[in-house]
Structures are given as structure tokens and as C-alpha cells.
């Protein structure tokens, strides 16, 4: 079992910059797939990047090239770094982690554990 906890969302300006984190508890993450997701307004869950054990990433085209996941795996901490924000990055987001052993996984797998997500709300 993991929990996850997400933090760092907040309202900014469009153009702003915010890091999310996210803290697990119970359980390494080093040897799992982690995601980000949201949730926009009104909107189905997006999956919005992943780092899988060995460091390789993937991520939506929506984000790409403003958002950036990273892992800190000795403290058990899942970050994504989110530049260059648009009023369309307005979401809940969440973070996701895959069953303990995972090679490799994509933004449509299935995660078995989710955190209880943190609101970014990016204006014009």
C-alpha cells in the first residue's frame, strides 16, 4: 500500500509557474510508474505525464515543453514543475502510482493509487 499527497497548487496568472509535489507514504516509489493527471472543469481525466523507474518521461501534448516531471526517490517525492501556465491548465490534479514493480507503463495504464488531488486555477 501507498499514499500519496498531493500539494503545491494555488491560483495563479497566466503565464505563471507552480510546482506540485507529491508525497508518498508506506511504500517506495522507486520502483513504480508515476503519473500525473487532472481534471479540468466540466472535463474527463487527462492524463498529463509520467516518469517510469528508469527516468524515461512521457507527456501529453497539451503540456509539452512547459511541464516537467521529476522524481526524488531517497525522500519519496514526485514533482511536476509547470511553466508557462495557461487558463487551460485550470484542474485538480492528481498524482498516480502503478503496483510495486513496474518497467514501464503509458498515460492510458492502469494506476492503483491515487492521491486526493490539489486545485490550480491559472487566469487570464
Known amino acids: 500500500q501507498v499514499r500519496l499527497t498531493e500539494s503545491g497548487g494555488g491560483s495563479v496568472q497566466a503565464g505563471g509557474t507552480l510546482r506540485l509535489s507529491c508525497a508518498a507514504s508506506?511504500?517506495?516509489?522507486?520502483?513504480?510508474?508515476m503519473a500525473w493527471f487532472r481534471r479540468g472543469p466540466g472535463q474527463e481525466r487527462e492524463g498529463v505525464a509520467l516518469?517510469?523507474?528508469?527516468?524515461?518521461?512521457t507527456y501529453a501534448d497539451s503540456v509539452l515543453g512547459r511541464f516537467t516531471i521529476s522524481e526524488d526517490s531517497p525522500k519519496n517525492v514526485l514533482y511536476l514543475q509547470m511553466n508557462s501556465l495557461k487558463p487551460e491548465d485550470t484542474a485538480m490534479y492528481y498524482c498516480?502510482?502503478?503496483?510495486?514493480?513496474?518497467?514501464?507503463?503509458?498515460?492510458?495504464?492502469?494506476?492503483?493509487?491515487w492521491g486526493q488531488g490539489t486545485q490550480v486555477t491559472v487566469s487570464s
Open positions: 498516480a502510482a502503478t503496483g510495486l514493480l513496474c518497467r514501464a507503463a503509458t498515460l492510458t495504464a492502469t494506476y492503483s493509487y
Open positions: 516518469i517510469n523507474p528508469d527516468g524515461s518521461t
Open positions: 508506506g511504500s517506495t516509489l522507486s520502483t513504480r510508474c
